[in-house]
């Protein structure tokens, strides 16, 4: 029987994980129910490796910032002011007095500026390389942070599966206690009628036996506490949060699997590795070059302007004397900057050579490795496959098995020790087919990874739900206003209180691009509350070119807020009461990053946060079923 638990041993790896986070402590808990694919979304949101990974980018960006400004004038100033002796044109003319004594009391102030520019004409690819290899190194960087994020996907989906997995052998081990329930009762009733074929040991057996399971039972509900914990971390959600997965049971998956050959063709192209490899070596090339330059000298337009003034010293007007406390002059010439240190030169020449070389031979690991590893993680799948139909078939037959051996010892013809027998085979191949199955999801997993697949689908429903509550008595108390009639109020839609779901990204739209619609699949975000006078607020859906308040009556009271820095939408609904935590939550398509739910005393408010930089073009209809927000362009 301890072979039903087999399945959940890789879950007391994520015994490290640990956190907590507090809520409203008088409203119910806001329910999240995810998909694969919602999961890795926020899990990408929240992931601290894809900052690194977004400062590293930014940190090459700037590399090549600098490399590029290497490209224009250099300009240095330097300034002084301090004591100077005072000097006149007789200790020159018609004599030059050579035993001039100095005296602290003949000094004076003087104060200089010196300037030079040089701006570069020619280098001999110093600049040029260099700028070269930072456009390279950036898409090294970015090519690195798409590992990582192929590297977050992977890892959700080991806790996802993870998690299925636990509650599928959690209610094997439900199934088999049932089982042994129904049997001791019937062992218990048969000892009583004095029926001939039971004795009292057999029902010790039973009894033995259970004890066991619910051992067992205690470890299963241990592994799929872990692994709902291990997911929420990987999600940034606090431990208190109420998560659910949406796919309720483990099962094979309908879609064909490809070619091997399909899989190494699209991780040639796909696999940001091979991506890091290719213009890694480019950027190395150009570094190589960049250190041969500088072999040779640099060229460039110079300038220069120098000035100095002392009080009381006499401005001499002569080319073969310059006075350096007294003087104005400058000029322009072409220049040649030579730095003959071959050796130091060669040194570096030879250590990016060596850079560049030691890319080279990552190659071809690469090239040999990465179809190995394609190759085993599409036996692993065709393995698990093949397993996953064997242990099919072997716990139907177990089933039977039991079935059998329960109805006998029922009729007093079988003995307990069938039963137990029978129980034990079934809950062991009906674990090892569930554990075949997440055997197979997870080897597809490491598969689209290894060929550099997308990490996840196009988005599905995010369905966040909350107990129902009594529609109130009291009447409608505010009126319904236009748009042109909603007088300016004061910009309190942040004062919304934050759910246990994470802030969202920074806003997709900082530069102020315009918005596009996108032809993706609708995203509901369920909500509960009620009134007498609007009806119940049942959810808030997305459309291609609309976002809808769905609500159980037709709106008749409601009030609009604009707000522009950030463009924000608010609709307050008065008269309706839930008694739900305010929550936030993200949306990012349709021009929309993120819905926020408050509710107040006297009404709900309804806050649309916009990526755009402006408020696009709207009109709000009432329906039937809610209001319609309808946008151009579309939402």
């Known amino acids: 029987m301890k072979t039903v638990i087999s399945g959940i041993t890789f879950i007391g790896l994520l015994t490290l994980l640990s956190g907590t986070a507090l809520c409203a402590p008088d409203a119910p808990k806001i329910r999240l129910v995810l998909g694969l694919s919602d999961c890795i979304r926020i899990s990408l949101k929240s992931a601290p490796e894809l900052g690194e990974a977004q400062a590293d980018i930014e940190q090459t960006t700037s590399r090549l910032d600098e490399a590029k400004s290497y490209r224009y004038p250099q300009i240095e100033v330097m300034t002084l002011f301090g004591p100077a002796p005072r000097a006149r044109r007789e200790d020159i003319y018609p004599v030059i007095t050579t035993d001039k004594t100095f005296k602290f009391n003949e000094m004076t102030w003087f104060s200089s500026a010196d300037a030079t520019i040089i701006q570069p004409l020619y280098t001999f690819g110093k600049i040029s390389e260099n700028m070269k290899a930072a456009t390279h190194g950036i898409e090294v960087d970015r090519s690195r942070k798409d590992q990582r994020v192929n590297e977050i996907a992977l890892k959700v989906k080991e806790y996802y599966f993870g998690l299925m997995l636990a509650r599928e052998l959690k209610e094997v081990v439900l199934e088999v206690q049932e089982t042994l329930q129904k049997a001791k009762g019937k062992a218990r009733k048969m000892l009583d009628t004095g029926t001939n074929g039971i004795e009292e040991i057999d029902l010790f057996k039973l009894e033995a036996f259970t004890g066991e399971v619910s051992k067992y039972l205690e470890e299963a509900k241990k592994g799929e506490s872990l692994a709902l914990a291990a997911l929420k971390t990987r999600l940034g959600l606090p431990m208190t949060s109420q998560l659910e997965i949406s796919n309720e049971r483990l099962t094979l998956d309908d879609a064909m699997i490809p070619e091997f050959e399909t899989y190494l063709g699209n991780a040639r192209s796909r696999r940001p590795e091979y991506r890091q490899i290719s213009e890694g070596l480019k950027a190395r090339s150009a570094l190589v070059e ?43 010439a072409l220049g040649l900057r030579w730095k003959l240190d071959f050796g130091i030169t060669g040194a570096r020449v030879a250590g990016e050579q060596a850079q560049y070389n030691r890319l080279l031979s990552t190659r071809e690991y690469a090239d040999a490795n990465i179809p190995l590893q394609i190759k085993k993680h599409y036996l692993d799948l065709k393995e698990a496959e093949n397993s996953a139909a064997a242990t099919k078939s072997a716990y139907s037959n177990a089933k039977k098995w039991a079935v059998t051996a329960v109805a006998n010892f029922d009729f007093g013809v079988g003995p307990a020790k069938e039963i137990l027998e029978a129980l034990q085979a079934y809950a062991r191949m009906r674990a090892a087919y569930f554990q075949s199955i997440y055997n197979f999801k997870i080897a597809r997993a490491n598969l689209e990874y290894a060929a550099g697949e997308s990490p996840f689908d196009p988005s599905k429903p995010v369905i966040i739900s909350a107990p129902e509550t009594p529609a109130p008595t009291t009447p409608p108390s505010v009126e319904f206003q236009t748009e042109k009639e909603a007088p300016p109020e004061k910009d309190d839609t942040d004062a919304v209180t934050q759910a246990e779901i994470p802030h969202d990204a920074p806003r997709s739209s900082e530069k102020g691009e315009p918005l596009t619609a996108v032809k993706q699949n609708p995203i509901r975000i369920a909500v509960t509350g009620s009134g007498k006078s609007n009806g119940g607020v049942s959810g808030i859906s997305f459309g291609d070119n609309y976002a809808e308040i769905q609500t159980t009556a037709r709106i008749v009271h409601y009030k609009q807020i604009k707000l522009d820095t950030p463009p924000r939408l608010a609709i307050d609904i008065p008269n309706v009461k839930c008694n ?16 926020r739910i408050g509710c107040h005393s006297k009404f709900i408010r309804i806050v649309l946060d916009f990526s755009a930089t402006k408020l696009p073009v709207y009109e709000i209809s009432s329906k039937d079923t809610g209001l319609r927000i309808s946008t151009t362009p579309a939402i």
Do not use: C, M
């Open 290 to 332: 960049a250190a041969k330059a500088n072999y040779y000298p640099d060229i460039f337009l110079g300038g220069l302007f120098s000035w100095a003034y002392a009080d009381d010293r006499d401005r001499i007007r002569n080319p073969y004397i310059n006075d350096q406390f007294k003087h104005l002059n400058g000029g322009v």
């Open 580 to 595: 739900i935590a305010s929550q936030t939550t993200p949306v990012q398509q349709f021009g929309i990053e993120k819905v």
